[in-house]
Structure formats: structure tokens, C-alpha cells
């Protein structure tokens, strides 16, 4: 068995500009010829608890027990979901024909949009496309030439590009360490106009929570405004499924509160909330809202009903904390490494990417459908296995998933 990394294939500068992809596809075959290649696997059924793929390497289709899933609460084939969908693609067709500021804003729209900034309290809301457009285009839009965006360094990705293109300055502090943030901000407290504390609520490849109440207490300490992602948080946590202002008790009391309406709420799209003001320039001057069709209408009306059920279904959260508590619970005492996760992602560490390949290869064709993360996603010493919890998840899918995973990590000497 050959094993290369990315690095073994890299080529000298070339003045073509698509040299740069023969070494990459050099890079994926080598991986596909050696069964590690287990990304963009297709599936043939909807993404539930149990999904069927078209396996490229046995050339069949099979029934794998999906752990990789951010449909949280199993929303994707909701009855109240599906039907609410139906209704809207019935009465609307399947497109909003134009972006919103011209003629493609819906009743539907303003009534998702309304929904979402009272379950985040907050004055008013604003929907796009996707979450990585919603974060791109608040955070270009409201971090300037004279500010400073102040980053969690495990923020997502799309937080770090909005920055990048806002024309600002990029800052970052050490993960969840209060320390660190207080010095970045003392060292920008003269030098800039404004600053913009950025944080994920729930953190993606981690799973654990932004320090909010001490966050708040420094940014009201150096004049600081606070945007949070709350991606992996709503529908999650919070009593009532709000979200990381709610678990801390801290509802109407952040600046900027963003996230996507394809985890828990099972869609597609983003958001921002936030106040009249802050939502009102932002549909004139987030470019990524302004240049896009506004979202189809099946979604938007599938969108409100998953924001009701949320608030009226809460046995399907409490089971999905069921499950989460019992994963961490049995995988922490088989010894895994998990890291400080809390919530409906768990990371198992590896920290060696040939173990982790390994790994992978054998825990699918196990039938378990997990994600492998390698670097530069994370650094290479926590590359890792990640988990994402369902409500929907039964005992035996648990059973199943856990009995796999101490199977391998006894044969790499993990546990």
C-alpha cells in the first residue's frame, strides 16, 4: 500500500494557471486508489439516521448508519416540514424570480425573517442564501477600513474570509482563552475606530461553547460590538432551542447574532439579526445579499414550519441530548480523546494522519458514516474523526456506531 500526502505531489511554479490542479488530482486518485478517499459520497436517500449510498468502491448500494449528518433534530422529513414546503412550492413555483431588493422578496420571506429575530431577540432579521454568505457578506459589510475584527481562531471559515474582504484589519485570540482576547483588545483599544468581537456560538470541528458572559464583560470593558455564529447552536441549545444567547441568559444583550438555516433547521440559507439599523443597511450594503436571488420559496416555507416545530416539539431536542450525553459518556470511558466537546459534535483526536486514514477506510466499510478531518482544516496534530448527533438516532444506531469505534481505536492504540 502506497501512502502520500498532499506535500508529495506538489509541483515547481508553473505559468499555466490550472497547473496548480494536475498534482491535486494526482493527490485524490492516489487516495482513491487506496479505499482512503471517503469525501462526496453519494447518497440515494435522504440524509436520516440510516442512509443508503452508492458505494464507488464495492459498486453498490448500501445502507450505512449516518453519523455525519447536521440534520440534528431530523427536521429534512418533518411531516410538518415537508408539508409546509409542498404548500409553498404549490402557491409560489420553484424560484423568487429576482433578489430581494428588486422584486424577489415574498411574504414568506419577511414572515421567516420576522420568526428568526424573535427567537434570537432581537429587533429584526435578514435572510440570505446560505450561512457562508450571511457571514461573509454582515462581516464585509460592517467592518471598515479604521476597524478591527477581533476572531476566535476556530471561528468558521466564512467568518475569516468576510473579514478578509471587509477591508478591516483581522485579529485573533487563542481559542475560548479570555486571556488572550483581553490583550488583543488592549492592544487595539487606540488604534482603531471600531472593533468586532467574533465568535462561533457552538464551535464546528470542536463542539464546544463561546465563553459568552466573559466575552460580553470585555467587550463592554474596551467598547467592543459582538457578532456571534450560531451555525451549530440553534434548534440545539438554549432551554428552548434558541441558542448560545439563551444558555447563558443572555437573549437581546448581543449586537449581531448570525447563523444558517441548514443544521437544525434542516434547510438551506443564512441569517443575521440584529437590530433595525444594523439590518437595514445590511440589506444595502451586504453585497452578497443585494447580488443574490432571494431563497426558493419551498425552503422558506419549509424554514418557518421548522422554527415551529422547534419551539413546539422539545421531546425531539431532549432525545437529541439523550444521544449526546450516552456518545460522550461511553466514548470518554473507552479513552478516546474528544477534546472539550459538549454538544451534537464530537471530534475523536487522532492526531496521525496515517492512522487516521486507516481509520476512516476501515470504519466505513464497517458501515458507519463518519467524517475524517485532516489538516489544514485542523493542525496536523488534531486531525481527527468527526461525529454529528441526531435526535432520530436510535440506541442500537449508537450501539452499532460505538462498538465500530473501539474496535479501531484498540487496533491503533488509541484506547
Request: hydrophobic share 40%; with cysteine.
Amino acid at each position: 500500500m502506497e501512502d502520500k500526502n498532499l506535500t508529495d505531489f506538489l509541483e515547481l511554479p508553473d505559468r499555466d494557471i490550472l497547473a496548480k490542479t494536475r498534482p491535486f488530482f494526482a493527490f485524490t486518485e492516489n487516495l482513491i486508489n487506496n479505499k482512503f478517499h471517503h469525501w462526496h459520497r453519494i447518497l440515494s436517500s435522504p440524509s436520516e439516521r440510516r442512509v443508503k449510498i452508492l458505494d464507488n468502491y464495492t459498486n453498490t448500494e448500501r445502507e450505512m448508519v449516518m453519523m455525519a449528518s447536521n440534520n440534528y433534530l431530523g427536521l429534512t422529513t418533518h411531516p410538518r416540514v415537508k408539508e409546509a414546503a409542498r404548500r409553498a412550492l404549490e402557491k409560489f413555483g420553484i424560484g423568487a424570480g429576482s433578489v430581494p431588493l428588486f422584486g424577489g422578496t415574498l411574504d414568506l420571506h419577511r414572515e421567516l425573517e420576522q420568526k428568526l429575530a424573535a427567537i434570537k431577540g432581537c429587533e429584526d432579521a435578514i435572510i440570505f442564501t446560505s450561512g457562508y454568505s450571511a457571514n461573509v457578506g454582515c462581516v464585509s459589510a460592517l467592518v471598515r477600513k479604521d476597524d478591527v475584527a477581533i476572531n476566535d481562531r476556530l471561528n468558521h471559515a466564512s467568518l475569516i474570509d468576510g473579514c478578509r474582504l471587509s477591508g478591516g484589519t483581522l485579529r485573533a485570540f487563542r481559542h475560548n482563552d479570555m486571556e488572550s482576547l483581553e490583550k488583543v483588545l488592549a492592544s487595539c483599544d487606540r488604534e482603531f475606530q471600531g472593533k468586532l468581537i467574533i465568535v462561533d456560538g457552538v464551535f464546528s470541528m470542536d463542539g464546544d461553547i463561546s465563553p459568552l458572559p466573559e466575552i460580553k464583560k470585555l467587550a463592554d470593558k474596551y467598547g467592543a460590538r459582538i457578532m456571534i455564529d450560531e451555525a451549530h447552536a440553534t434548534g440545539v441549545i438554549g432551554e428552548n432551542g434558541r441558542g448560545t444567547p439563551e444558555h447563558f441568559h443572555m437573549e437581546g444583550q448581543i449586537d449581531v447574532v448570525a447563523g444558517t438555516l441548514s443544521k437544525a433547521l434542516a434547510g438551506v440559507g443564512g441569517f443575521v439579526a440584529s437590530s433595525r439599523k444594523v439590518v437595514n443597511y445590511l440589506r444595502f450594503y451586504a453585497r452578497s445579499y443585494m447580488f443574490s436571488t432571494a431563497l426558493p420559496p419551498a425552503v422558506t416555507g419549509g424554514l418557518i414550519a421548522a422554527l415551529d416545530v422547534i419551539q413546539t416539539e422539545p421531546e425531539l431536542r431532549e432525545k437529541l441530548w439523550q444521544n449526546i450525553d450516552y456518545m460522550l459518556g461511553n466514548l470518554k470511558k473507552m479513552g478516546f480523546d474528544l477534546g472539550n466537546a459538549r454538544t451534537a459534535i464530537i471530534p475523536i483526536i487522532v492526531g496521525d494522519e496515517r492512522i487516521l486514514k486507516l481509520m476512516s477506510k476501515e470504519i466505513h466499510e464497517a458501515g458507519i458514516f463518519v467524517n475524517s478531518v485532516y489538516y489544514p482544516a485542523v493542525p496536523k496534530k488534531l486531525s481527527r474523526l468527526r461525529l454529528s448527533l441526531m435526535a432520530t438516532h436510535t440506541r442500537e444506531d449508537l450501539d452499532d456506531t460505538l462498538a465500530v469505534l473501539e474496535k479501531a481505536g484498540k487496533k491503533h492504540g488509541l484506547i
